[in-house]
């Protein structure tokens, strides 16, 4: 090795500490920096974290909100996909709201979200403007509501779809419809009081005079078969007036406390020779438990009569009539229609027959005086049936059964 290179060895290798020196410098200084961006980090995460919680927070509060609300809430995004639906709006419609979410309006409706809405007028956009109109769910009956649609937005006012608060209307619209039928049964009964009263007094007449001539032929008389007819036909017309009259005059009820299972047997056996005459098999549920109303125990067997003998005659061919009777639980709708016995406290009996049911269309007349779809039916069975429930502010409800055949519920407050 000779001198020169040693020097330089010499210098490389000071160079070289020097360099060692600067690098653990450099490290030294990288690490303290590494450790304050690592704590500056942790922070950030803490927060992140504490926001997250934050939001979920807001997020449960705000959901709690929305289920809590009494109106149906359904959201769609700009897909017109569903992507909130409350609890209102699931009572309202029947359906799921796990069987809806994601699903396409249109897919779950028969009505579009909102003619609005499909156009995007600047009439939506406020949301302030409440339309009637029916909502249907596909395969359902539409039901009345009314109803505000609105666009939602994101911060930077971007249309993110659309919201839609609904009310149920089909409480009102019953209502609306009871009293037109009062209405129309007070007008009604003023002239039937009237028709009924000029019929009675010549009737008697008739029917005096025809018993008179009865007296005076034989047996074997043909005359006398004519004598019966008139008879028959005097008497007919006198129960019709009868029906009419106990229709029309204002009801005098007698209250008692009444055994409903007891009275329902009772009934069913002024019908037991009809039910077996039609080869009809009944099926009884009356239950064990007590269950007390207080009511005019007549007016009443006649409500339960009168809607039997429906079924029985609903079914000349044989079939099945069943029976029940239990503690209601009227839908919430109809108790609040009501507005006494809040709390499900009700008798409940249930007449169901296996006969061709009711036309659809036809179920909200069958209570209008003088409907019947029958020869010889005089229309005032379910009409004078009503009204007495009604002085027991109880309610009838007719319905065809799923499997066929027509149910009727009348419903009274419980006793106590
Ligand atoms: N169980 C039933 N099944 C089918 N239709 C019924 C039943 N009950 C009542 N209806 C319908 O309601 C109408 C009115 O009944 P109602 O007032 O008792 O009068 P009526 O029995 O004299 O016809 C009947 O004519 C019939 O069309
Ligand atoms: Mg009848």
């Known amino acids: 090795m000779n001198v020169q290179s040693a020097e330089n060895l010499t210098e490389i290798l000071k160079t070289f500490n020097e360099s060692t020196v600067k690098l653990r410098q450099a490290y030294d200084a990288l690490q303290l920096k590494f450790g304050a961006l690592n704590r500056q980090l942790e922070d950030t ?22 289920q809590s609300v009494t109106n149906g809430v359904i959201a769609i995004n700009v897909k017109g996909e569903i992507t909130a639906f409350n609890k209102a709006a699931e009572r309202i419609t029947g359906l799921d709201a796990e069987s809806v979410i994601q699903r396409a309006f249109s897919e779950v409706f028969a009505t579009d979200f909102g003619a609005s809405f499909q156009r995007r007028s600047g009439q939506m956009e406020h949301g302030q403007r409440y339309t009637s109109r029916d909502l249907k769910v596909k395969g359902r009956h539409p039901f009345p509501v009314r109803e505000s649609n609105s666009f939602t937005r994101d911060g930077r006012g971007e249309i993110t779809g659309a919201v839609k608060v609904f009310e149920d209307l089909s409480e009102l619209r019953e209502l609306e419809e009871q009293a037109r039928r009062q209405d129309r049964l007070a007008a009604l009964g003023q002239m039937a009081a009237t028709v009924a009263h000029e019929i009675r007094n010549p009737l008697g007449g008739i029917e005096g005079f025809a018993s008179l001539l009865a007296r005076d032929f034989d047996a074997d008389d043909p005359r006398s078969k004519l004598v019966t007819k008139i008879q028959e036909g005097a008497r007919s017309l006198n129960r019709v007036v009868t029906e009419l009259l106990v229709f029309t005059r204002p009801m005098k009820l007698d209250f008692k406390t009444i055994e409903l299972p007891m009275l329902v047997n009772e009934t069913l056996g002024f019908l037991s020779s009809d039910i077996k ?7 009884k549920r009356l239950g064990k438990g007590e269950l007390k109303v207080t009511g005019d125990a007549e007016q009443l067997k006649r409500v339960l009569l009168n809607i039997m003998l429906n ?12 029976v029940g009777c239990r503690q209601g639980s009227l839908s919430p709708a109809a108790r609040k229609m009501l507005g006494h016995c809040r709390n499900g406290s009700w008798a409940e009996v249930s007449i169901r027959d296996s006969g061709p049911g009711i036309e659809e269309s036809e179920i909200p007349r069958i209570f209008n005086p003088f409907y019947t779809t029958k020869e010889k039916g005089t229309g005032l069975g379910l009409s004078v049936a009503a009204k007495i429930v009604d002085a027991h502010r109880g309610q009838i409800l007719a319905s065809n059964s799923p499997r066929g055949g027509a149910l009727f519920v009348v419903s009274l407050p419980l006793e106590g």
């Open 45 to 66: 995460n803490k927060e992140l974290s504490r926001r997250i919680a934050e939001l979920s927070e807001v997020k449960e509060y705000l959901n709690s909100i929305l």
């Open 277 to 283: 005459a039609a080869n009809i098999r009944l099926q």
């Open 311 to 322: 079924a029985v005659q609903a079914m000349p061919n044989g079939g099945t009539l069943k």
